[in-house]
């Protein structure tokens, strides 16, 4: 039995593959999961949906309100006074608590009688105070109202929410409306109150105008100030002093240098006669005249008379006398030039003599005007701002009439009656309920295959345990008649369960193709796995085929193999090896074929020792010599030792998994015990498997037993 050598059938990698999760692994998942996923998804909408449906809807109606700048204001304002909006950040948000205020709430809820509203006091206590009962409507009317100043601009958004649509409109207009008078009644009562004031204040301003004037004029009567064409009189004088005496120094000058020129002239026989002075005298240039012609007489006669001719002497003479009174009429002009350059030396200094006393004078004045000029300073001061208010007055006494004033926001974007409730958005809402419950239902989907242990796969086992699949064997839903699956097997051997014990045995032979096992050990990691059916039903499928068959149920502390073939447990494997039963009085045949049943037996609580015994390897030599095939169905490898004794004397041993349920850690762990122990394992089965469910999981292996291979077997 043990002379083969092929401890490992097929060439499996050992290493533990990856979980490489594609597309098609994700598809697959879903498709086996497509009821969990509906499971979680369609209660969620469903009661997202009922839940909505109880919501009672509410409409929002939206109103726009732009806020006017300084620049943009539609009347003369009173800047000082009544200063008109920023239309800055600040302002904008300031304006959006106004909209806000407990004090415009209140004139809303008295406009419009909301304090009689149901909607507003359905949820007030009876038990309230007057007072606390309208606070309350306050409070419920401002859980409705929204502002929302739009960024980047000066416009504010009123939004105004109820659960009748005409009444959001209505009230957002209120709102708005409420707004703008209160904006136009305060700013009339501060134009008013202005008024008042500008009214006092002028006034008191024209009484100190009057004063300070006043007191100008005696200040300068007291000191001497009095002015013309804007100067005083002392002022006056000195600049026409100055002015003069500018004069007088230019007169002194050009007569100073008329006569240097003239005293210059003088020191030449002819200079005097020459000078601009002497030539410019009248009577000089007629005498010069009458000199001429008597020297032109004198030159015509001299070629006809001599010189001792009376006629020349007398022209001689004549001449003479001409220039003597010429020389006598130059010394009186330059006499006359002494005379005027004297003149101008004295009118120069008595003007600057003058000129020096005024100044004296006009430097007191200025001293006296520094007290003049304080006063005209403070006159001027009360004049100027009683202009400045008198001009105020005009502008406020414009605007005191209410119908003129405008007030500093414009409506330009009215509320209308909403089409559509904004609450709840039912579309919304289930939109977003569907995408969080598939969300959900996808995490959940995946929680489950995160969790999902077990295999579903021989692909599967040979990956998490290193050991070849040899195959699994489908679920089956057994009719009423078929009181144990061998007996199922027994009636329908064409079914997908009969081909799975066939192809079990196939898979067995060709894992040790040149000597195939004769005696074939059935065990798993757990109870509960489906060992104990599968070694039955494969020893009653070779036993029908012809062979020669015994069934050994070694599984001593909790046998089954008795129950489903039909046989008594007494006496049985623990009685034979006891040495109080012989082979022959063990041996039993199976109700559904010819199968030889070798019971568990008597109760023993040394199983172990029985197992691993030499009557036991006895046993099984002649097993083998008499039967073709000796099949041993043996405890779980975690529950107790036997199955690892037990797979020392086997040609081959099965490691059985259910499908969907042995956790992959306990099979690996069972794998390496039996390796550990020596046992020649075949491969691992996989048992109990869902054929339609294990479509669903997209191995090569999961189309097996369903689908369009279900017309191959019957039943």
């Known amino acids: 039995m043990h002379d083969m050598v092929n401890p490992m059938p097929y060439a499996v990698n050992t290493d533990i593959a990856s979980d490489d999760v594609g597309i098609g692994e994700i598809l697959a998942a879903l498709r086996r999961r497509i009821w ?14 009922g839940a909505l449906t109880l919501i009672t809807p509410r409409y929002t109606a939206e109103l726009l309100i732009m806020i006017e700048s300084d620049g943009n ?30 004090a415009l709430a209140d004139r809303v809820v008295q406009q419009l009688g909301l304090d009689r509203d149901p909607e507003f006091t359905a949820r007030i206590d009876s038990d309230l105070t007057a007072g606390a009962a309208y606070s309350a409507v306050l409070d419920a009317y401002a859980e409705r109202l929204e502002i929302a100043p739009l960024e980047n601009s000066r416009v504010i958004a009123v939004r105004f929410s109820s659960e009748v649509a005409e009444k959001s409109a209505e009230i957002a207009n209120a709102v708005a409306n409420e707004y703008l008078q209160s904006r136009l009644e305060t700013k009339f009562e501060l134009t008013r109150q202005a008024n008042t004031w500008l009214g006092g204040r002028i006034a008191e301003l024209r009484g100190k105008v009057a004063d300070a004037e006043a007191a100008v004029e005696r200040a300068r009567g007291e000191l001497g100030l009095l002015e013309g064409d804007g100067l005083t009189l002392a002022s006056q004088e000195l600049v026409e002093l100055n002015t003069q005496l500018v004069i007088a120094r230019t007169d002194r000058a050009e007569a100073e240098a008329r006569l240097q020129q003239v005293e210059r002239l003088t020191r030449t026989p002819s200079g005097v006669a020459s000078s601009t002075a002497v030539l410019e005298s009248p009577l000089i240039q007629r005498l010069r005249e009458q000199e001429a012609e008597v020297e032109r007489r004198v030159a015509e006669l001299s070629s006809e008379l001599g010189d001792k001719h009376p006629r020349m002497i007398q022209l001689r003479a004549e001449a003479a006398d001409l220039r003597n009174r010429i ?45 003049l000029r304080a006063l005209e300073r403070e006159a001027e001061a009360n004049r100027a701002l009683l202009d400045t208010l008198l001009a105020r007055q005009k502008e406020t006494l414009s605007q005191e009439d209410l119908d003129f004033q405008q007030p500093d926001a414009t409506v330009f974007s009215p509320a209308v009656v909403p089409a559509e409730p904004s609450y709840p958005r039912k579309a919304i809402v289930l939109g977003l309920a569907t995408v969080g419950s598939i969300i959900l239902g996808l995490l959940v989907v995946l929680l489950l295959e995160l969790l999902d242990s077990g295999f579903r796969s021989g692909e599967q086992f040979e990956q998490y345990t290193g050991v070849a699949s040899i195959g699994f064997v489908p679920t089956v839903r057994k009719p009423a008649e078929y009181r144990t699956m061998p007996g199922y097997l027994a009636g329908r051997p064409t079914s997908a369960f009969g081909e799975s014990m066939r192809t079990l045995n196939w898979s067995l032979r060709l894992a040790f193709p040149d000597d195939p096992p004769r005696t074939v050990l059935f065990t798993s990691a757990l109870p509960g796995e489906g060992k104990t059916t599968i070694a039955s039903c494969m020893a009653t499928a070779e036993s029908n085929a012809g062979r020669r068959v015994v ?39 199976s109700e559904w074929s010819g199968l030889h049943v070798i019971a568990a037996g008597t109760p023993s609580p040394n199983a172990p020792n029985l197992l691993g015994s030499r009557r036991m390897k006895a046993l099984l030599a002649k097993l083998v010599e008499r039967y073709d095939l000796v099949i041993i169905d043996s405890p779980p490898v975690m529950a107790a030792a036997d ?40 491969g691992g089965l996989l048992s109990m ?10 191995y090569g292996d999961s189309g097996a037993y369903s689908g369009d291979l279900d017309k191959y077997y019957a039943g």
């Not at 003149?343 to 007290?371: C, F, G, H, P, Y």
């Not at 109080?580 to 039993?588: C, G, I, P, Q």
């Not at 498997?689 to 997209?698: F, I, M, S």
């Open 36 to 49: 969990v996923l509906l499971g979680v998804v369609l209660p969620v909408v469903a009661l997202t949906f």
């Open 73 to 102: 204001s539609r009347f003369v304002s009173l800047d000082s006074v009544v200063a008109g909006l920023a239309g800055d950040a600040e302002s904008i948000q300031s304006e959006a608590h106004v909209l806000a205020s407990r």
């Open 327 to 371: 020389d006598r009429e130059a010394d009186k002009v330059i006499a006359g030039l002494r005379n005027q350059v004297s003149v101008a030396r004295a009118r120069e200094r008595a003007l600057s003599e003058s000129l020096d006393q005024m100044k004296a004078r006009v430097t007191v004045a200025n001293q006296d005007e520094i007290q």
């Open 551 to 589: 069934l050994i149920d070694a599984d001593i502390r909790q046998p089954e193999c008795h129950d489903l073939t039909g046989v008594d447990r007494e006496p049985g494997l623990t009685n034979l090896l006891a040495g109080d039963a012989s082979l022959n009085d063990v041996l039993a045949t």
């Open 643 to 682: 199955s690892r004794i037990l797979c020392t004397l086997a040609d081959a041993t099965v490691l059985v998994a259910r499908w969907g349920k042995t956790r992959r850690q306990n099979a690996r762990l069972a794998v390496r015990q039996l390796q550990a122990a020596g046992a020649r394992l075949a």
């Open 689 to 698: 498997v869902d054929a339609k469910r294990n479509a669903h999981y997209g």
